[in-house]
């Protein structure tokens, strides 16, 4: 089955918002949790980590919908599994790129020597 992205489905309207919702909560986590110096490269992995949250969500929950109604799908669990599960990959995602960066350049983020 082939999945058609129609911007006017409850499916994708809800899966939208609650994207859209969880980008405030899951940006200011990982730009609160960062330890790294340049901190737009958490939030970009944040980004990202929902956005996937998004696809996934609306390839899952869109092919659950089908023309003889097998299982049934509403726009408001399109919307609060999105909230919760693109918050969730946001914040990882940001934690993720957190961890990788500061392995990359770990010089600036050793603790100095006590003489």
């Not at 899951?26 to 609160?32: K, V």
């Not at 003889?68 to 995602?93: T, Y």
């Amino acid at each position: 089955m082939a999945l058609h992205i129609n911007p006017l489905d409850g499916i994708f309207i809800g899966d939208f918002f609650g994207f859209l919702i969880s980008l405030p909560i899951a940006l200011f986590l990982a730009f609160w949790f960062s330890a790294i110096k340049h901190r737009v490269f958490a939030i970009l992995g944040a980004l990202l980590g929902s956005f996937i949250g998004f696809v996934a969500i609306y390839a899952w929950i869109g092919t659950l919908v089908s023309d003889p109604p097998v299982l049934s799908s509403n726009p408001g669990a399109a919307f609060f599994a999105s909230a919760l599960f693109c918050s969730i990959l946001g914040l990882a995602g940001g934690v993720l790129v957190d961890v990788l960066v500061a392995s990359r350049s770990n010089r600036d983020y050793r603790r100095p020597a006590h003489e």
